[in-house]
Every structure is written in structure tokens, then in C-alpha cells.
């Protein structure tokens, strides 16, 4: 959950102060009510949460010492009503910071919530600073930290993190990079990380891709992808790939967890997309995959039919097979969507799993659901739902639930003389 948003949200109005004015300003704003059963502890209680999402962009702003300025907002509230698990209201701040170039765009700088994705960062959301330096062509170096920040469904990370990346980008197709991070948690080392990727267009069809990912608290690599996509003509692209993971180095090194498996899985394989029209597309995929357990596979194979005059009807199947020395199931799945009318939607989608190994003396799972929305009136819509299943877990179910959203984008243009 959010550290301070309440900080951080003064901190971006208050790089606002003394700016004229923004060229582009967008605000989106989302209003979810939504009504439905929640069975626990024996009794069917009835929860209505209203979901209240924000998005925010500001752009466009010059000043006489920046070439360009940015901020972006987005977050979300919810007021729980009837007989909720935890808590009336809630809420959390996802993307909240200034984004700065200065000196021809020599140097960024974003200072707040953010996510950082490059290198060795794995996607880490954090409450800080990060600065981007172009050295020289294609050449630049980018450094980072703060404090990060724990989801509300995630995990702890740690305390402080900081990181860095070098980078050379030839054209827009290659690349190459070096990175490390560090994450202290309570004053320990939570993770010591040093990563290597890169992507070259070898051939106007040809894209060769690796990544690299080497524990230096273990000395053991904790991922590590090499790939290879082929794409000859425009409507067909194949991709083979091998893929190494050590479940353990994700979580943190002073998590007493992590000390209870030194497990690395390996997969090899490849994928294959095909769009034979613009009516069909297919994608199919095959993996082998080894680890302390044995050896297995996993499959899957998904088409998709766009049919209609204006392709208002999409049907389409699943096949899925995994298959392990203790554990797989065969899924199918079916889908359709259908628009009625231009503000009419019906969604339809069974789903069936047939289980190798018995779960409560059961190797059968089937959900079927369907949703019905209506735009009633422009970013006004009612969704209305019913969800069906007979699963190991329960006997049978039955759920439907009912929806309001209101979804609107303001925006501001102003070009100044």
C-alpha cells in the first residue's frame, strides 16, 4: 500500500506553481458500482463496492530552464457498502510524478511514484527518483532509487533500492545493456542483482533477443531468456526460445523462505502466430520444461474467427495441456462476443479442466459465464453478469452481479502565443 500519496500528490502540485499554463491537460475519470454475493464463514453476505478510478496527464509545459515537463497522476478509491471482509473505504496512489528533460533533452528526471522497468529492475514500483543521462549518441545511463513500494495483493520488497543501467541503442531495433540493483531490507542485503539484454535485428526478418539475470548474493543466475523470432512474411511470425528460472532468487534474500529451495526450472520451446485473413488469426505454442521433479510439457493452441459485416461477432476456442510427474490438467475453453446492437454487447465463455490427479476426489472443473453490457448514454454503462461453476472447491455455484460505470476524458488544449 501507498507509503504517502497524500506527500506525494502535494509535491506534484507544488512543481506546478509558478507555470503558466499546460499545452494539453487529460483527465480520465472511472465510476464503478458494482453488487454482488460474498459466501464466508458459512453465510452469504451482499457487498457493494464503488470503485472510483483517476488518471491524470498534464503536458505540454515549457519553462525558460526545461525543454519539457509532465506530470502524471493515477490512482484509485473504493468505498466498500453492505457487509464488506475489511475495512469501508480504501484506496492507493499507482503512478504519481514529475516528469522533467532539461538541456536539449540531455537529461530526464522523474521524481515520484513510479515504475521502473529496465535492466535488472524487474518491473519495480517505487516512491523516488530516477535521471536518465544521453552521453553521446545512443549511448546513455540511467540511475534510480527510493523506497519501494508493496502492492496491495504483492509482497514486501525491501526498504530502500536503487539501481543503474548503461545503454547503447544502434537505430531503433538494437540494443544493448549492463544493470545492477540493490534492495535493503532492515539494513541486509534483500537482493544484489546484475543483468545483461539485448536485441539485434540481425535481417529485416530476423530478431535475436537475450536476458540475463545473475544473483551475486548466490552467484547463481536467477533468469535468463534467449529467443529468436523469425517473421518471413507479414501474416506469419515464429519465435523459439529457451527460458531459465530460480523460483527462490525472486523473493528476498532476508526472507526466511528463501532459504528452503534452491530449485532452477528450465523450458525450451517455441510459439507461432498466423493470421491467414483479417477474419482468422491462430496462435499456438509448445514448451519442455524440466526441474527438480522431473521433466513435463505444456501446450496451448487459440483461435480466434471475427465474423459480420462490421466483425461485431468474434467466436473462438482454447486447448491447453501441462502435463508433470505429479501434477497436469487438459483445459478447453470456448468464447463468443456478440454486439447487438452499436450500444449492445453479449459475452459468452465455458471453460472445462480435466484433472490428472484428483483434488477432493474430483478431476472435474467446468465455469460458464455471461456478461450483457449497455453504453446507455455517452461513458455511461450497465453490465449485468451471472457466473456458474462446479469445481473441486465448491459443488456448485451460482453468482450474478450487476454493474454501473461511468467513464469520461476531459481534456484542455491551449496553444499559447
Not at 85 to 97: F, P, Q, Y
Not at 257 to 283: H, K, M, N, T
Not at 355 to 360: G, R
Request: with cysteine.
Amino acid at each position: 500500500m501507498a507509503r504517502n500519496p497524500v506527500v506525494l500528490i502535494v509535491l506534484l502540485c507544488w512543481a506546478c506553481v509558478g507555470v503558466a499554463s499546460a499545452e494539453t491537460i487529460d483527465a480520465t475519470i472511472t465510476t464503478l458500482v458494482s453488487g454482488r454475493q460474498d459466501p464466508r464463514d458459512g453465510k452469504v453476505y451482499t457487498v457493494v463496492p464503488i470503485y472510483q478510478l483517476l488518471n491524470l496527464s498534464v503536458g505540454g509545459i515549457h519553462t525558460r530552464w526545461l525543454d519539457d515537463l509532465r506530470i502524471t497522476v493515477s490512482g484509485w478509491g473504493e468505498l466498500a457498502l453492505g457487509d464488506p471482509r475489511s475495512g469501508l473505504a480504501s484506496g492507493d496512489l499507482d503512478i504519481g510524478m514529475v516528469d522533467a528533460s532539461l538541456f536539449d533533452r540531455r537529461i530526464r528526471v522523474q521524481l515520484g511514484r513510479q515504475m521502473v522497468f529496465s535492466g535488472a529492475a524487474r518491473a519495480m514500483q517505487l516512491d523516488g527518483a530516477s535521471i536518465t543521462f544521453r552521453i553521446a549518441r545512443g549511448l546513455h545511463l540511467s540511475a534510480w532509487g527510493g523506497a519501494p513500494v508493496m502492492p496491495r495483493f504483492g509482497t514486501r520488497l525491501g526498504d530502500v533500492a536503487a539501481g543503474t543501467r548503461l545503454s547503447w541503442r544502434h537505430g531503433w531495433d538494437s540494443e544493448l545493456g549492463l544493470s545492477f540493483v540493490e534492495v535493503l531490507d532492515a539494513g541486509r542485503v534483500a537482493r544484489q542483482d546484475l543483468g545483461a539484454d539485448a536485441r539485434w535485428q540481425a535481417h529485416r526478418t530476423l530478431a535475436l533477443t537475450g536476458y540475463a539475470l545473475l544473483s551475486l548474493v548466490e552467484l547463481r543466475l536467477a533468469e535468463g531468456d534467449l529467443g529468436a523470432t523469425w517473421q518471413p512474411i507479414r501474416m506469419l511470425s515464429l519465435r523459439a526460445n529457451y527460458q531459465r528460472t530460480a523460483p527462490d532468487l525472486f523473493l528476498s534474500r532476508s526472507s526466511i523462505l528463501s532459504v528452503f529451495s534452491q530449485e532452477s526450472r528450465d523450458e525450451v520451446g517455441g510459439s507461432a502466430y498466423l493470421r491467414p485473413s483479417l477474419r482468422a488469426r491462430i496462435e499456438a505454442d509448445y514448451h519442455a520444461v524440466y526441474d527438480a521433479g522431473g521433466s513435463g510439457h505444456r501446450a496451448s493452441a487459440k483461435v480466434n474467427v471475427y465474423l459480420g459485416a462490421r466483425y461485431d461477432t468474434t467466436v473462438g476456442t482454447e486447448l491447453r495441456i501441462v502435463h508433470f510427474p505429479d501434477k497436469g490438467y487438459f483445459q478447453a475453453r470456448v468464447f463468443a462476443m456478440q454486439r447487438l446492437w452499436r450500444t449492445l454487447t453479449l459475452t459468452l465463455d465455458a471453460d472445462a479442466y480435466r484433472l490428472e490427479q484428483a483434488i477432493n476426489g474430483q478431476t472435474f472443473s467446468f465455469t460458464g459465464a455471461g456478461t450483457l453490457g449497455w453504453e446507455f448514454k455517452p461513458g455511461w454503462r450497465a453490465v449485468v453478469s451471472a457466473v456458474g461453476d462446479v469445481t473441486p472447491f465448491v459443488q456448485s455455484r451460482f453468482e450474478c452481479m450487476a454493474k454501473i460505470g461511468y467513464n469520461h476524458t476531459f481534456r484542455v488544449h491551449e496553444v499559447r502565443p
